[in-house]
């Protein structure tokens, strides 16, 4: 149901929007049949469905570890030298 719904929504949406070329031209359209308050939540809802649709599809990709950041300078690559080891506890 909430597929159908959805493509419905988009089918309408494509025939509104696709002379707007502004986002002023968009808020016009979405405006035109409809209260703000009315347009707002459409807008929530249509977010909620994207996030949901995106958390479901998401690929998860394995991230590197962070590396300590590097000295800018001679010198602070120096006092790194000279800087006693950390013990891990």
Known sequence: MRHAMIVLVAVCCLSVFTQCQTAEEVIAALLSDQT????IEQLDWMRSEIMRYVAGHAQIVAAEPDLPPRPSNEA???LTYLQPKRRRR
């Open 36 to 39: 703000p308050a009315q347009a």
């Open 76 to 78: 602070a690559l120096s």
